[in-house]
């Protein structure tokens, strides 16, 4: 029977670490870290990934400030706020959450803001960053991925680790972190030929082509490393809604481990935002 990874048991276990470096710094005199949080619009999904990002600062006892503007925000206007965030002493993270609306460049935006405020990781300085292996700040799922990996498997070196899935978000910056700890390591996507053959190889699969139930049982070598990105809604038999992944989590038991979805890399996500807020405000503070 393959492990399951609890995502959410290890995300706590994150949370803990980050509430304990919130209350060091308090204790050595610090403010406590901020977090401006950027949202242009109305999007129904964004809102929920908002409100979940607010309240889980509250947990861990770091200040966020909300800011809502409307649909029609001119860019101007988006990178003005962001401008005056950059310059407050009281902020130390800054996200703007996608996707904007279509009268905004969303790359020009993501640019404004301070490298050093990038919680998100997607400025192209922290790009640069992790694609040389000098530090900076790590988007946050790719981020959750590896923790993910890390503690199933702690020693990637020799490794072949498949990544399916070339975003900006996930893909690319999960295979550079991969190469960081010396595995062997195959982009690949929806168009790859031979995708099946690819993976039967692989000692570890990030799966994140968002594409529901892509890899098969067949496909994945016995005693493999599964970590699954994708959450695609289902509409079952019996007209229940479920969520599945890019994985077919029934199929591949003869795994060493598999993330759930949701329950896997979800959780780690929101978690990871929380470390690096604090890792930009310690970082600030020097
Ligand atoms: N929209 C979906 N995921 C993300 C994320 O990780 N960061 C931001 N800023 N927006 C998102």
């Keep these: 029977m393959a492990q399951i990874i609890d995502g959410r048991a290890i995300a706590r276990q994150l949370d803990e670490r980050t509430t304990a470096e919130v209350d060091a710094m308090l204790a050595a005199g610090h403010p406590a870290p901020g977090l401006a949080v950027v949202l242009v619009g109305e999007d129904g999904a964004s809102q929920v990934y908002v409100r979940r990002k607010i309240k889980a600062c509250e947990k861990v006892g770091i200040r966020s400030m909300e800011h809502r503007l409307p649909a029609g925000t001119p860019q101007a206007d988006l990178c003005a706020l962001i401008k005056r965030l950059n310059n407050d002493d009281s902020v130390h993270g800054i996200l703007v959450q996608v996707p904007l609306p279509e009268q905004i460049d969303t790359r020009a935006v993501l640019r404004s803001i301070s490298p050093d405020k990038d919680v998100d990781g997607f400025h192209p300085v922290n790009v640069g960053r992790l694609t040389t292996g000098v530090g900076g700040i790590v988007p946050c799922t790719p981020l959750g ?5 890390e503690s199933v498997l702690p020693d990637l070196k020799g490794k072949d680790a498949v990544v399916i899935g070339k975003s900006n978000i996930v893909g690319k910056p999960v295979a550079n972190l991969l190469l960081d700890e010396e595995a ?13 053959d690819i993976c039967r190889k692989a000692d570890v699969i990030v799966a994140a082509a968002g594409a529901p139930e892509l890899v098969r049982g067949w496909w994945v070598k016995p005693g493999a490393v599964l970590i699954d990105v994708g959450i ?3 509409l079952g038999e019996d007209g229940k809604e479920t969520l599945v992944g890019d994985i077919a989590f029934n199929e591949v038991q003869h795994a060493a481990a598999v993330t759930p979805v949701p329950g896997g890399v979800g959780p780690m996500t929101i978690a990871c935002l929380l470390s690096n807020t604090v890792k930009a405000a310690r970082n600030l503070l020097e």
Excluded: D, F, G, P
Aim: aromatic fraction near 4%; hydrophobic fraction near 50%; charge should be positive.
């Design 145 to 149: 991925i590896m923790l993910l990996i």
């Design 232 to 234: 695609t809604r289902k």
């Design 184 to 196: 062997t390591v195959t982009v690949a996507h929806i168009y790859t030929e031979n995708l099946s």
